[in-house]
């Protein structure tokens, strides 16, 4: 026994160190993991916990691991630090119970190949490694619902505490708790009677976080209930494609869950319970179409279960056709694991590479926006934005949510436009209400080019076209726009019908950026055919693109025009009639640009 054990815990500590290397190798944040920073931040500070100060909306989903950063900042500990630990830390926790797991089913040579073969396949997992560092609560949830299975396997009591701090850490800890229960009353598992206790208690342990949320929020649900969820056929359709894609990646094409049901009769009976929250699990990710977010974060609690019941299923598979006390049955089975693990590394990696890549430079691009407006010396402002994690946090400033998850009134009440295009996935806006607020600045993620459903419905608002302008700052040596708010604007909200021509423009601007002049000019001109009279920005584009094609005289025109329909506001048409006009010695007419550049180019 003691030798068993020491081989186990070297298997154990292999893999964990492996692990561990591959998350810290990482090395980001998640944006969204800014929200909950913002709100220990704020918390700490003093304000509540709030992501606005004065605005009491619960715009996060992972209170369990809010409390624990706020409790760890106590003791001198940076929240954000605490976050990451958390996350290698659970991921360390579900290796331990992995081991320990199959060391109570199985007996010594056979308990040696299928722990090393799970732990392999999760050490190999990129996805795995990559929530773990994120800085949200994946990693920690999945800990949790791994634990609340065993024990519940096992008919303990335990799970249902277990799955109720796993349902405070993501609501969908309610969703495993039922599934338990479901698979209990089919099988005949425990008595109705015993359910029922079970499901009591699981009420009276989340009552006092229900209580909390009605008296300091207002609201039975979080936030984010209302601006993300809902049922649609397109809802459906994205589901089935985030499945699809995880399946390729990591599903070895779905023998990894088809394998263990087609087997389900030989499993050992605490592993049936496993399956049966696994598939029901996996339903329910393909019914909400998946996850905003890229790489595979819904599909992250079930991999333990999944690699745990792959593994036994073809043990037991190849255990039917070979002795089990043969040598042959463990070559066979390390030569699959190992050939499934190295295809667990390989085929994703590519792919997860860019979204790191992504991640990173998104995170690393608001945090230097942020920190450009915060050090700007303005006063405290109201910013519009699509893309809220590290920009709010580093910039302190109010932030209206433009997609609603820490905004009340366009969550419950979004005024989407027909003719915009949008997805499931950001589909919640309300651009009257938000003219309304009035925000100072609205920042897009893009810069000056919309990319978001709400940063392009914003365009079909008269007073958005004729009250906001484009100003420019640096931003690790490249220029970004931002949109300001004309102080003295005055003039009514009108709705343009058609929402033909800003997707033309932004297709326009992507082509300039790029270089593609000729296509470029191609969206252009089509965009100005369908687009509302004063927007000038227009304008400012062809003039570019025609000076851009050595046409200076057409150029000139355009931008000078651009210059005229905004009252002077156009600022990227004044810095590009400077620049000519310094280029052929006219420094009156340069100056005359630089002076409107000089009073109006600025955040505040």
Request: glycine share 8%; charged share 15%.
């Amino acid at each position: 026994m003691l030798k068993r054990n020491a081989v186990l815990i070297v298997i154990l500590s292999i893999f964990s160190v492996l692990f561990v290397i591959r998350a810290i190798s990482q090395s980001f944040t998640q944006d969204d993991a800014f929200i909950s920073y913002r709100y220990v931040k704020n918390f700490l500070h003093g304000d509540g916990l709030v992501f606005n100060p004065g605005e009491r909306v619960e715009g996060y989903t992972n209170f369990f691991l809010i409390i624990l950063m706020i409790f760890f900042s106590r003791f001198g500990l940076d929240y954000i630090l605490v976050s990451k630990i958390i996350g290698i830390g659970s991921g360390i926790g579900i290796f331990i119970l992995i081991t320990l797991w199959i060391s109570k089913i199985f007996e010594r040579r056979q308990s040696y190949i299928l722990a090393s073969a799970v732990l392999f396949l999760l050490a190999a997992n990129g996805a795995f490694a990559y929530w773990a560092i994120s800085g949200l609560e994946t990693l920690l949830f999945t800990a949790l619902v791994f634990w609340g299975l065993y024990l519940a396997s096992n008919k303990n009591m335990l799970f249902v505490p277990i799955l109720a701090i796993a349902t405070l850490t993501r609501p969908e800890g309610g969703l495993v708790f039922i599934f338990i229960l479901l698979f209990y009353l089919i099988t005949k598992t425990c008595h109705r009677i015993e359910v029922g206790k079970y499901f009591l208690l699981y009420i009276l342990l989340l009552l006092p976080q229900l209580i909390f949320r009605l008296y300091y929020y207002h609201d039975i649900l979080p936030n984010p209930f209302y601006a993300k969820t809902g049922w649609s056929v397109e809802y459906f359709s994205s589901g089935i494609q985030y499945v699809w894609l995880f399946l390729r990646h990591y599903g070895f094409y779905g023998i990894l869950i088809f394998l263990p049901l087609a087997l389900y009769k030989i499993l050992p009976k605490p592993m049936r319970l496993m399956l049966f929250v696994v598939f029901g699990y996996g339903i329910y990710i393909l019914l909400v179409g998946g996850d905003v977010l890229h790489g595979h974060r819904f599909f992250i609690p079930l991999l333990p279960p999944m690699y745990l019941l792959f593994a036994i299923a073809l043990y037991q598979s190849f255990g039917r056709i070979i002795p089990r006390g043969g040598s042959y049955l463990y070559s066979i089975m390390i030569i699959i694991i190992l050939a499934a693990g190295i295809l667990t590394f390989l085929l994703p990696r590519n792919w997860m590479q860019q979204i790191h890549f992504a991640e990173t430079r998104l995170v690393n691009k608001m945090m230097v926006q942020a920190n450009v407006i915060k050090n700007a010396g303005t006063k405290h402002l109201t910013i519009g934005c699509t893309t809220i994690g590290a920009f709010g946090y580093y910039s302190d400033a109010d932030i209206i949510d433009m997609l609603g998850l820490t905004d009340k009134t366009i969550a419950k009440n979004p005024q989407s436009i027909a003719t915009i295009k949008s997805t499931w996935k950001e589909r919640n806006y309300n651009i009257p209400y938000l003219m309304k607020r009035a925000p100072d600045l609205i920042l897009f993620s893009t810069g000056l080019k919309p990319s978001a459903p709400a940063e392009k419905a914003l365009f079909l608002s008269s007073k958005f076209r004729r009250g906001y302008y484009p100003v420019y700052h640096d931003v690790g040596n490249k220029l970004w726009a931002i949109y300001r708010r004309k102080v003295d604007f005055k003039g009514e909200d009108n709705y343009y019908p058609s929402a033909e021509f800003i997707d033309l423009y932004a297709d326009a601007l992507v082509h300039f950026f790029e270089g593609r002049y000729d296509l470029a000019l191609e969206y252009a001109r089509r965009s100005m055919i369908s687009a509302p009279p004063d927007f000038y920005q227009l304008y400012t584009l062809v003039g570019g693109i025609m000076m851009e094609k050595n046409n200076p005289e057409e150029g000139l025109k355009l931008l000078q025009q651009a210059v005229s329909m905004s009252d002077g506001y156009a600022m990227q048409a004044c810095d590009m009639l400077r620049r000519f006009y310094e280029m052929v010695g006219d420094s009156a007419k340069a100056q005359e640009y630089y002076q409107l550049i000089s009073e109006k180019n600025r955040l505040y």
